[in-house]
């Protein structure tokens, strides 16, 4: 009998390479590669299916034909109506005459309308066209205004005592060019019905509420600036909701609130309609990336109150350009922003906190998951679930370890840590790799002078970024599973012990994130808790340690956070897509997209991607998506990739036809010429115009005359077109620019002081609606004081010469007379100390362009939209 069984041994082995089965646990066969395509092709089903659908769901729009029955609603049409007529006024640039005027009476009428309907006693009306003059430090400029416009109503019930108002706030200047119907038309008409809903509703509310529709945004941030410093019902603003578009339609995001009162978020949980909201979204805003502000920084900043920060975000690409028009703001998105900004209306203005301060203090963290509700949790009780789940997701990997070692007879429990120590190395390993090779595909199409290929299509992130991502993360495993010699622990464990690592790495990361104070570290805690409850659930249950079957309970959890991610990091990428048109030329931008979908693959895919080495042959698989990568990049290079199209995907442009006066110190004109001045909007330049019939002959960089000039002697107009002059672009003109107005710079005297080695110089100013002052002090010499706001004096270290002033009126053009003190050492101004650069910008279109002008704008192809105007630049030396 022995020597017969033993014949039979071999027989016996060759069943068990097929269905091996060891105490305690079995290991079964890995599946054939070509299930693989399939599982993959699951993960994006499940995005088209289940993710695109819920981001993009907008509710029907109320019209006037259901208004009757659907009472208190906001009603859509009726927005939509408001919109078409603020449409048609066409650009409203602060100090032209549709923006101070015809827009401020549109305005006004609407409101008077409202008035009309209000057939009850409950509330009263009140109206004020503010005109405020004012100053304040803006980035890196001194931020002047003068006779700006702002409409502001406020609705009080009648018989409340209550001082303590609620803010509401939108904009309804726009950017020349644009008739900003998205940014901010939109959230004007919200307001408009807002105002109106509230003054004929039946139910009374406790706390006044103030509307401010703000004439000066886009200039920066001055007609808020004008209301919460100057007006009269400023100082009873208690809280604040600040609506604004980043494109048109869309959802509306809350992306910035607070800051340190919980309870704001804690309304907008119980009362919103249509949640979409991230902490993410608020940590990345106010990092800057974007070159985007809002009204929220000044009433955070200047009022010290708290508040909500709005935008619609969907279709960046027509942002600031002539294509933000009525017809490209969906109704349904007008409604979708209507029900949520009634509902938290009403719901702040019967807030008690708006009358006691809170005692609840800190930052918020929330988000809303797929659209379907909201998760609003203090920093403080995150900070306490990030550390439990931290350490119950250690104790989990630890307990399953264990129960490795008690399964198999011949690995120690020593044994099976080493292996697990190993694979946590390499997955390490693994997330560098994530990240890296997107990064290297970004500096290889930048090198190439291909960046931006996606910025149209899309879709070619997936196989640019998102596969190369997917082959880091697995390939340093899959390799070491095809090389390392035999092992006694079974593949379904070694599996499992690669998932785990990943769940070790969001512990650390978890940690770490909130040790160093960012909030979005829930992100770590989402991805904890599905996949472990998943292993919680499989050493209950005991698939744990039958062969592949955990697997099922860990895809089946998967499902939900890998939507979520999926949902969040789409959100962003809708964002950034075309925001990175119009970031700057000194930046790649394709490194900060490669670096965004490295990270959301780590995220979304992180632990289904490790179930490409459950199947045989994971390499051919990993050789697929390098296959597919490779397919994408011959498509990007193709004319697919070429970033831009008409009308829907513009190349932004920024060009001003300049005329420029050099004086000496001795009052000498050196030089006078004229020019095209280019502020560059993206990576690419002007390299996509070589073959077009635009003559770009003898454009040259700006930079050559930096150390000549103050300001490199162009006329750059915010303080970003001023950061980015060492790469901006000057095309010389052989005819004169002709300037459709004045600019007078007058030097009024100069009086020095001997006992304190100063001089003051005094000048007046008067020219255009928008201004600049560039001043430089030269040699030895120092700026000790002058006229305007004294915080870029008081902190040297954060303000450098040359300084700019921006100024800009409305309907006041009363001219500008400051002065500035030079303090010098030897006392000695019998020579140069000062460089002003004078600079007048005739933006609206009440100014005219020269037909040479004209003629060279024609000539831009129809992708490319041109924001231009006249501008003048004059050099002094005192």
Known sequence: MEEKTDKEIPVDTALIESLWVQKGHERT???????APTFILLWVALFYAIVIP?????????????????????????AQQQLYVYDRIGPKVTGSYANEVTTVEFLVNEIEKVRTEMQNDLYELEVDVQSPTGSYVFIDMVNMYQGIHNVVVKLSPRGSSSQAYLLLNSHFDSKPTSPGSGDDGTMVVVMLEVLR?????RTPFQHPIVFLFNGAEENPLQGSHGFITQHKWAGNCKAFINLEVGGSGGRDLLFQSGPNNPWVMKYYKEHIKHPFATTMAEEI??????????????????GNIPGLDIAQIQNGYVYHTPFDTYEAVPGRAIQNTGNNILALVRAYSNASELLEESDDKGHAIFFDFLGLFLVNYTETTGIILNCLIGVISLVLVGCSIWRMSQQSEEQSLKDISISFLIILGLHVIGFMLCICLPLLMAVIFDAGDRSLTYFTSNWLVFGLYICPAIIGLVIPLSLYYTWKPEDKLSHPYHLQLSLHAHLVVFAFLALILTAMGFRSQYLSVISMIFYGGALLINLISKLHDKGYYWGIIVVVLQVLPFCYFCYLFYMFLVIFFPVLGRNGYNSNPDLFIALFCGICTFFALGFAAQFINMFRWPKLILLGLGVVTFIFCMIAVSEVGFPYRPKTNVMRISCLHTRRYIYEYDGSLSLSDSGYYFDYQDRRALNPLKNSKLDLTGLAPVKRDCDKYVMCGIPCFYYSWCRWRDWAGWLPRESEVMIPGQLNFEFLGKTVTASNQTARFEFQMSGPPHMNVFIQPLGPAEVSDWSFVRKMLDEPEEFQPPYQIFFSYGTDDTPLKFHIDIWKPDGDFDGPVLEIGAVGHFVSTDFERDAEARQFLAAFPDYAHVMEWPSIFKRYVF
């Open 54 to 78: 819920l981001y993009n769901y907008l509710p029907d729009r109320v019209t006037f034909a259901e208004e009757s029955w659907k009472p208190g609603q906001f009603v859509g049409e009726r």
């Open 197 to 201: 809903q509230m003054a004929i509703s």
């Open 29 to 35: 066969q890995r599946p054939s590669w070509y299930y």
């Open 285 to 302: 805003f106010q990092s800057g990336i974007l070159p985007s502000d809002s009204d929220f920084r000044i009433f955070r900043d200047f």
